[in-house]
């Protein structure tokens, strides 16, 4: 079993940054992709960034890319979420996720994972 904890949220203007940190434990963290996804009030959780076990590939939503990176320690087993030049319309929670190694599911699809965070709250104001 995996366990998530995320931490780094919080308020912040528009224009400036913040770093989502998750912490993970387990023995598995090292062979799945990890994700980060994000849920708006009154909408619909969404994809954001995704990394494959290796960190060969990272996969990033279009609403995000060249604003938000996603990256990895598997020495630490933690994934990371850089979030720059954040608009309000990026306040939301946001989960990180466990994934399978081994999936015909998206690795931008929430089927894909099986392991959640509480969430941490990230709120933009501008």
Known sequence: QVQLVESGGGLVQAGGSLRLSCAASGRIFSNVPMGWFRQAPGRKREFVAAITYSSDSTYTADS????????????????????????????????CAAGARYSSRSYLSELRYDYWGQGTQVTVSS
């Open 64 to 95: 995000v890319k060249g604003r938000f990176t996603i990256s990895r320690d598997n020495a630490k087993n933690t994934v990371d979420l850089q979030l720059n030049s954040l608009k309000p319309e990026d306040t939301a929670v946001y989960y």
